[in-house]
Antibody, heavy 119, light 111 residues
Framework: EVQLVESGGGLVQPGGSLRLSCAAS????????MSWVRQAPGKGLEWVAN????????QYVDSVKGRFPISRDNAKNSVYLQLNSLRAEDTAVYYC????????????WGQGTLVTVSS | QPVLTQSSSASASLGSSVRLTCTLS???????IAWHQQQPGKAPRSLMK???????NKGSGVPDRFSGSSSGADRYLTISNLHSEDEADYYC?????????FGGGTKLTVL
């Protein structure tokens, strides 16, 4: 069974940093692109970033470029999102997701971790 | 970059059927999409991948009541024999040059 378990969320002041982690199990982690998707309170889903199988290719939505580097450790079956220079508008639930093989739309989701940016 | 357009809300009665629509922007009508369901207070769940041809592949455990179809730039999600637990937000999603795009979501109310 595919499982994605996020951790690392919390309350942080504007300008602060957090590191989100996602532990994957139930599939060959090193064979899949992985994504982070966020959802602000009461809003829709917004794709944030993804990373390819070996970590050599990364893509970002414009609003987080240069602030939220994505990385992965295939030995630990984990993907990470470093949140830097946080702003109030980054407040959201952050979901880890798996990009499908062949047709790379998202096929599995984690349960999410809440990040609140507030003074 | 493709844009996905969804109606903001829909409603249907318990036991009836409803069809939700996701429309791809001009120049992207052949794109494959995914449908995702998000019940209140829960994480999203992937329902299916849906092709331009109308062929769809459902995720494991998705009930037979859920089906997909396509017509031109429109991608449809049909839910038959509506249950109360089908009341949720439904999002379509596509992929282009290694990035993902979501529609704005449709809030389905089961009356």
């Amino acid at each position: 069974e595919v499982q994605l378990v996020e951790s690392g969320g919390g309350l942080v002041q504007p300008g602060g940093s957090l590191r989100l982690s996602c532990a994957a199990s139930g599939f060959t982690f090193s064979s899949y692109w992985m994504s982070w998707v966020r959802q602000a309170p009461g809003k829709g889903l917004e794709w944030v970033a993804n990373i390819n199988e070996d970590g050599s290719e990364k893509q970002y939505v414009d609003s987080v470029k240069g602030r939220f580097p994505i990385s992965r450790d295939n030995a630990k079956n984990s993907v990470y999102l470093q949140l830097n220079s946080l702003r109030a508008e980054d407040t959201a639930v952050y979901y880890c997701a798996r990009d499908g093989n062949g047709i790379p739309v998202i096929d599995y989701w984690g349960q999410g971790t809440l990040v609140t940016v507030s003074s | 970059q493709p844009v996905l357009t969804q109606s903001s809300s829909a409603s249907a009665s318990l036991g009836s059927s409803v069809r939700l629509t996701c429309t791809l922007s001009s120049g992207h009508r052949s794109y494959i999409i995914a449908w995702h369901q998000q019940q209140p207070g829960k994480a999203p769940r992937s329902l299916m991948k849906l092709e331009y041809s109308g062929k769809y592949n459902k995720g494991s455990g998705v009930p037979d009541r859920f089906s997909g179809s396509s017509s031109g730039a429109d991608r449809y999600l049909t839910i038959s024999n509506l249950h109360s637990e089908d009341e949720a937000d439904y999002y379509c999603e596509t992929w282009d040059r290694n990035t993902h795009v979501f529609g704005g979501g449709t809030k389905l109310t089961v009356l």
